[in-house]
């Protein structure tokens, strides 16, 4: 394969993988109900991974040394304020990720 073709074959893989594992479920399933475990999954999981993040996120912060965590922090009482007052996911993610990227510049 010359240098232009080898990239294409790549993406082309990539995207035929990815439409299969999309597909997958709606094949597997069709217009069956879905099995108790699953419905259970799809209520369990999305919480737990979003615990998961924020422990991930906030893992490394030293409140023994200056700033304290204080950005940190004060990020995620944004985003936990927003999403409460508006409950608008895509204005908590920004308004949290401007409000610590401004306070770690000036902090």
């Known amino acids: 394969m010359n240098n232009t073709m080898y990239p294409i074959a790549v ?14 479920p709606f094949l597997l399933f069709g217009n069956r109900p879905l099995p108790k475990v699953i419905r259970y999954l799809g209520k369990a999981l999305p919480p737990a991974i979003m615990t998961v993040l924020v422990i ?10 200056s700033p304290f965590g204080i950005p940190e922090l004060a990020a995620c009482a944004l985003v936990v304020i927003l999403q409460v007052v508006r409950k608008n996911m895509y204005l908590s993610i920004i308004a949290g990720t401007v409000c610590y990227m401004i306070l770690i510049r000036l902090m």
Do not use: P
Request: proline share 0%; with cysteine; hydrophobic share 60%.
């Open 11 to 24: 993406i082309g893989v990539i995207a035929i993988v990815t439409w299969v594992l999309r597909a997958f």
């Open 56 to 65: 991930y996120c906030l893992r490394d912060i030293s409140f023994g040394q």
